[in-house]
């Protein structure tokens, strides 16, 4: 699998369980007293973490990113929707542009 398209996934992914680490484990912790939600989503939010500061990193000569656009994208990764973001308008593009004709992002030729 390409980095670009995995990096993209692990944004998502990342981002998804930030978010239901935030607003269902955190809230079950403290208001309903069930510290089980946190047990099981902060692991998977912090591998996820991982894998995406990592894929970043290995994955800047891929999409062409700059130092500056590498540290904001690693910044992302603390923010809950930024990596939301990060996977549309920076990622994507750059798994468009690679993309073989005929397949999505690509006109055929006229």
Known sequence: M??????RI???AEAVSFLVLLLVAMPLKYGA???VAVQ???PV???LFLAYVGLVLAGRQ???WDTKRTLLALVASVLPIAPFF????WLKPVADAGARPGEVGERPAV
């Open 10 to 12: 692990v944004s998502v």
């Open 62 to 64: 891929a999409t062409g």
């Open 40 to 42: 099981i989503m902060g």
């Open 2 to 7: 390409d980095i670009v398209k995995t990096l």
């Open 33 to 35: 007293d069930a510290p």
């Open 86 to 89: 990060v996977e549309r308008y």
């Open 45 to 47: 939010h912090g591998v």
